[in-house]
C-alpha cells in the first residue's frame, strides 16, 4: 500500500515527524513488522541492519622497532538494539557506503598501538590475543558508533625487513636437516621393506614350488595305490578266505576232539571204572570167603575143645545131662559148615571196603559167641540141653546180586 510501510528482517524503518518517539531518539524506530507512514506529515527512511566486512591492511612498528606488515579482517554490523539503531542512524543514514571505510580506519589504528607494545615473537604465536586486545580497544568507539564487531581475525604478518626469515632459518634449517633425515630414514626403511618384500616373494614362490612338489608326490603316489588296489583287494579276500578256512579246520578239529572224548574217552573211562570196581568187589568177596572158612574152623576147633572140656568133666562127675550137650557140640561141626556155606553162596557187594568187610567178619563172630554162650548157660542150667534139643543155628539171608548188603 502507499502509506504503508514494511521493513525487510534485515532493516530498520526509522520514522520521523511523528510524535511518537523511541528512548531519546527524535524519530520512531520500527523493526520486525509494518505501520502506517502519513504522507508529508512523516518521512520514513530505511538503514540496513546486514553484516559487512572491512579489509585492514597496515604497516605497524613493533616493540622491537621492526616493520611489519599486517593483513586483517573485521567483520560488524549495525547492532540490533534500540540504541545502537539511532546511534548509527544519526552518523550513517546517508553515508552507509562509507561505514566499512570508517570502522577500517578505526580499527587500523587500534591495530598499530596493539602491535607496538609487542614483539614479533609474540605476534606471531598470540594472533589470537592481539585480535581480541584490538576488539577491546575499540569497543567504546565501536559502541557510540552503533556497531557491534562480530569477528577481527589477523590473515597475514609481512616480513619487510627479513626478521621473520632470519628467525625462521635456524628452525628451517633444523627442520631441512630433520626432513633429509627422516627422507634417508624412508629411503632407508623403503630399501628394507622392498628387500623384504623380495625375500617373501622369494619364499613364497620357493613355498610354491614346494606345495607342487607335494601336491604331485601325492598325487602320484595316489594313483599307484589306485594301480596296486585291485591286486590288494585280491591278496586282502584271498587272505581272509584262508583265515576262514583254517577257522573252520579248527572248529572241526575241535568238534572232532569232543567227540572223541563222549563216544571214545569217556565209554572207555567208565568201563575201565566198572571192571577195576567188580575186581574189587571179587577180590573182597575172595577175601571174606576166606576169612569166614578160618574163622569157621576156629569156631570149630575151640567148641570141640570146650566141648570136650565139659564132656571130661561130666564124666568126672557122673552128669549125664552133659551127654545131650556132649551131642550138640558133636553137631557145632555141621552148624559152622552151614553157616559158612551160607555165606560163601551168598553174593555179597561191600561198598565201604575193609571196613564192611571187618564189621560183616564181626558179626559172624559174635554170632558164634552167642552160640557158645548159649550152650554154656544150656548146661547150666539144664535149659533146651538138657532135655537132649540143640538150638539152631542162626539163619544168614542170602543177599540178591543186584541188591548191596549194608555194611553191618
Known amino acids: 500500500m502507499l502509506f504503508w510501510h514494511v521493513p525487510a528482517p534485515n532493516q530498520a524503518l526509522l520514522i520521523s515527524g511523528s510524535k511518537r518517539r523511541t528512548g531519546d531518539a527524535q524519530f520512531r524506530i520500527v523493526t520486525g513488522h509494518g505501520c502506517w507512514v502519513m504522507p508529508v506529515k512523516q518521512k520514513a527512511s530505511l538503514l540496513s541492519l546486514s553484516l559487512r566486512e572491512s579489509e585492514i591492511a597496515e604497516e605497524c612498528v613493533t616493540q622491537q622497532g621492526i616493520r611489519l606488515g599486517v593483513r586483517a579482517v573485521a567483520v560488524f554490523k549495525v547492532g540490533d538494539d534500540q540504541t545502537s539503531i539511532s546511534n548509527a542512524a544519526r552518523r550513517f543514514l546517508d553515508e552507509q557506503t562509507s561505514m566499512e571505510e570508517l570502522v577500517g580506519r578505526i580499527f587500523a589504528g587500534h591495530l598499530r598501538s596493539i602491535v607496538g ?39 597475514e604478518i609481512g616480513d619487510v625487513s627479513g626478521y621473520i626469515t632470519n628467525l625462521a632459518a635456524p628452525h628451517a634449517a633444523a627442520v631441512a636437516s630433520a626432513a633429509r633425515i627422516a627422507q634417508a630414514k624412508a629411503d632407508q626403511e623403503a630399501a628394507e621393506r622392498e628387500q623384504q618384500a623380495a625375500a617373501l616373494k622369494a619364499e613364497y614362490e620357493r613355498d610354491t614350488a614346494i606345495k607342487k612338489a607335494g601336491f604331485l608326490a601325492e598325487t ?7 594301480a596296486q588296489a585291485g591286486p590288494l583287494s585280491q591278496a586282502r579276500a584271498s587272505q581272509e578266505v584262508i583265515e576262514e578256512q583254517t577257522a573252520l579246520a579248527e572248529r572241526q578239529a575241535a568238534l572232532a576232539a569232543q567227540r572223541l572224548e563222549a563216544e571214545v574217552r569217556r565209554p572207555a573211562d567208565a568201563e575201565a571204572y566198572r571192571q577195576r570196581t567188580l575186581a574189587e ?31 571130661a568133666a561130666s564124666l568126672r562127675d557122673g552128669n549125664q545131662e552133659l ?19 551160607g555165606i560163601s553162596d551168598s553174593h555179597l557187594t561191600v561198598l565201604n571196603g575193609t571196613d564192611g568187610m571187618n564189621e560183616i567178619v564181626s558179626g559172624i563172630v559174635g554170632q558164634g559167641l552167642a552160640i557158645l554162650e548159649t550152650l554154656k ?17 542162626p539163619r544168614l539171608t542170602k543177599l540178591p546180586q543186584d541188591r548191596p548188603a549194608s555194611g553191618s
Open 281 to 311: 568187589a571179587q577180590r573182597d568177596q575172595v577175601q571174606f570167603e576166606a576169612d569166614a572158612r578160618a574163622y569157621t574152623e576156629r569156631a570149630v576147633a575151640q567148641a570141640r575143645a570146650d566141648a570136650n572140656n565139659v564132656l
Open 117 to 155: 607494545g609487542l614483539t614479533v615473537e609474540q605476534i606471531i604465536r598470540e594472533r589470537d590475543r592481539v585480535a581480541q586486545e584490538v576488539k577491546e580497544g575499540s569497543h567504546s568507539e565501536m559502541e557510540k558508533l552503533g556497531i557491534v564487531v562480530d569477528a577481527l581475525q589477523i590473515q
Open 220 to 226: 602320484e603316489q595316489y594313483n599307484a595305490r589306485a
Open 323 to 341: 551127654i545131650a550137650a556132649n551131642r550138640t557140640v558133636e553137631n557145632l561141626p555141621a552148624l559152622a559148615e552151614a553157616a559158612a556155606k
Open 377 to 393: 548157660k544150656g548146661t547150666d542150667t539144664g535149659g533146651p540141653l538138657a532135655n537132649g534139643s540143640a538150638p539152631q543155628p
